[in-house]
Each structure stands twice: as C-alpha cells, then as structure tokens.
C-alpha cells in the first residue's frame, strides 16, 4: 500500500498557504508543518475552553477533558498506560528533571552512560550530575561512520550504572538505532534507558510498550502538533524515582515529574495528532484495529514513502567527492535526517538553497559532541536536508537541482 500524499497535504493548511507557494521544505527535523486537527483544537481551546480546567462548571470540565483525552489517547497509539505519559514545555526541560530525580536517587560513585551521538538535550543535563559525585561515561561513536556500535556499551556497564540514555536515531547522523536490543543489554546489567526520540517520531510514532525502554522522550512540535515535550516513564521507574512535583502530586504519576503547570490548551490540542494518525488510518486501510496497531500501520505507511524519496536523495550526495555524507547510505538504516559535510559553510550553503526555494539548515543543531567525534568542524557545521511523510517526489527533484547549483 502506498501513501496518498494528496490526502496527506490536505491536512496540513501550510500548503495552501501563499506566502509558501513555491517553497520545499527541508528542515523538519527542527521542527514540523502542523496539522489542521491540531490547529482546530487548540483555536477552541482559546476560543471555549481558556479557563482552569477541572471545576465543575461547564467551560472548565470540557478544558480538563479535552487534556485527559490528549493524554490517554497519546498514550494508548504508543502502547503504554495513560499514567505513564506526561507533558513538559520541551524534551530539553523534561530531561533536566528527570536529571534532578535521578541525582536524588542515586549516591557519588554510581554511574551514568551517555553517548556523544545525542543531541544536547539527552546528553548535558546528565552531564551535569558529574558535579554531584555520578559518574560520567561516554559510549563513544565509530569516528567515520557515525555508529554506535553495541559492542562498545557492554564494556562500559557494570554494577555501579544505573542509566543508560541514547537517541532512537541522532539528528545528525540519522542512523536508527536498535532500542530494544541496547535495552536488553542495560537491564541485564541492572539499569535503566532513557531514549531521545526527538528525531525519530516525526516519521512514525513508536510502540514503546514493545520497544521497552523505561523513559521515551520526544517533542510534539516535530510531530505536527503544538510546542510541547512527550514523555513516558513506564511504571516501575516513575515510582521509584523522587517526586519533582508539588508535593500533593506525588501519588499522580503522571504529575510527579512536571514540576510547573502544564500549558492546558497545547496539552488539549495534542489529541489533534492522534485525530490525524487515525484519519491517516481509516483513509488507507479502515479496519477495526487497536490504537497501537493503527500507529503502527501509518507509521510503516510513512517510512515506506519516506524511503522511496530518500534513495534518490543519499544516491545523489554520497556520489560527490567535495560532499561527506554523515551516517548510513542506506536509506532503509536511518531516518530522512541528511546532514553532509562540506567544504564551506552550512549554513552558507543553506542561504544559497534560500534563494532556490529550498528552506533548509546548516550549523551543529546542539549535536556538535557527535559532529567533533567524526572530524566535522563545528564552526563550518553541516548542511542538513530534513523532510517527511508530507514530502513529494516533486520536492526531491527540485531539492537534487538545487543541491546541483550550489555544490
């Protein structure tokens, strides 16, 4: 089954937009289109809804609903209980507490694993916990390849780790990583995982019931919804961990870690990307399925038409010799994330695509541990070309002459 891209784009009013016309798109992995389910909801919740929600009155309890609902239905499409999910005003923020909740469980000498893959938000506020006695170590990546090889974390665990935090896939590396089996190794040795899957939910929201990791962290401002951090912390470790909430919110697991009050309308409007995902479901495939089970189809729906335009794209780059390709060739190994090296620039190089009609990025994208790792001048940065589901074909063809103008 192949996806309908023009009921795809019919969802998302950015492609009608004037102002737009003529513009291809290729820097969302710093942040998504949104959706029109999304939009709609959070105008009614300005419009109808913009009270304390859970009082009694009418206004109040429809706002506190439409949150729980946003809530439940999130956490049902990722295959994990409602209390499990949680919101924060970004992944970096929510790290940062759960960085806070460890510090207090865990005693000077015991360690934590980090990568220098990760974007900073799952790396530096780990780092930080070196000040307070925990041990730092880094899982280091192939300095040519950008991979992170599972062989090399086995020797970094012992019994002092308690954590284990990786990305699903890097924002500049793209390669996707294999969560359940790094997890299999980290509980074997008796830690805990914390997986940044900022870069990976924009093209398919995960099963993390099946995935397995203990934290499962993204934005929802990647995934066509408002500017909101995605967290899950399954059971066993929310409960263990000390509570940053107030302190009347310690029995509420999903409370315990959101130490301020949640932005009510962008909660209530994240049930819009879960409206989409399931009109994405019943317009390509209709049967009666779990939540779990229709993300999961329109996930596989997305990256089946996210690699059949990434293959023209990695074939084109990987081909130039003033061009280094960072991650996988292999277009069914890594997102469509595409950052190259240059000679130049990124950042340069990203103006001149500006000029052609081609919205992208350059710089380091807050990766520039990984992009040290392998030789890449920070300074210079990256060309990154970042797309999605909603791409067309038409889009990567003007992309590759673009790219011919300019490099």
Not at 56 to 66: F, I, K, T, V
Not at 108 to 114: D, H, K, L, T, Y
Not at 231 to 246: D, E, F, K, S, W
Request: a negative charge.
């Amino acid at each position: 089954m192949t996806l309908d891209l023009n009921f795809v784009r019919s969802q998302f009013p950015a492609f009608d937009v004037p102002s737009l016309q003529g513009q291809a798109f290729f820097e969302n992995a710093g942040g998504s289109y949104t959706c029109t389910p999304v939009i709609d909801r959070l105008t009614r919740f300005y419009n109808e809804r913009k009270v304390q929600p859970y009082a009694p009155y009418e206004a109040s309890r429809l706002g506190g609903e439409e949150m729980d609902e946003a809530r439940s239905r999130l956490a049902a499409m990722l295959g994990v209980e409602t209390e499990e999910l949680s919101f924060g005003p970004s992944t970096t923020q929510n790290a940062y507490v759960l960085a806070q909740a460890f510090a207090e469980m865990m005693t000077p000498g015991e360690a934590i694993v980090v990568t220098n893959q990760d974007h900073e938000a799952n790396s530096g506020p780990w780092r930080r916990l070196a000040a307070r006695g925990i041990e730092i170590r880094e899982w280091q990546v192939d300095p040519d390849t950008g991979h992170l090889d599972p062989t090399r974390l086995e020797n970094l665990l012992d019994e002092k780790v308690r954590l284990v935090c990786f990305p699903h896939c890097s924002n500049v590396v793209g390669e996707i990583n294999p969560v359940t089996e790094i997890t299999a190794l980290a509980h074997a040795a008796g830690a805990f995982t914390c997986v940044d899957g900022v870069s990976y939910a924009p093209h398919g929201f995960a099963n993390v019931g099946e995935l397995g990791p203990d934290i499962y962290l993204f934005s929802a401002y990647k995934t066509y919804g408002p500017h909101q951090g995605v967290m899950v912390i399954r059971r066993a470790l929310g409960t263990l961990l000390p509570n940053q909430g107030h302190h009347f919110n310690g029995d509420s697991l999903y409370k315990r870690f959101t130490p301020a009050g949640p932005d009510h309308a962008q909660v209530a409007a994240c049930a819009g990307m879960v409206d989409y995902i399931d009109a994405l479901y019943d317009h390509h495939i209709g049967e009666q399925a779990t939540p779990a089970k229709r993300g999961q189809a329109v996930h596989d729906l997305m990256r089946g038409h996210e690699i059949d335009l990434l293959e023209p794209l990695l074939a084109a780059v990987k081909s130039r010799n003033s061009v280094r390709l960072i991650g996988p060739s292999d277009a069914r190994r890594r997102a469509p994330t595409v950052a190259l090296a240059l000679n130049r620039s990124g950042e340069d190089v990203a103006a001149e695509l500006a000029s052609r009609g081609i919205m992208a990025g350059g710089g380091d994208f807050y990766a520039g541990r990984a992009l040290s790792a392998m030789g890449v001048d920070e300074t210079t940065g990256v060309l990154r070309l970042s797309f999605t589901h909603y791409t067309s074909a038409e889009e990567i063809d003007k992309l590759l002459a673009a790219l011919d103008d300019v490099l």
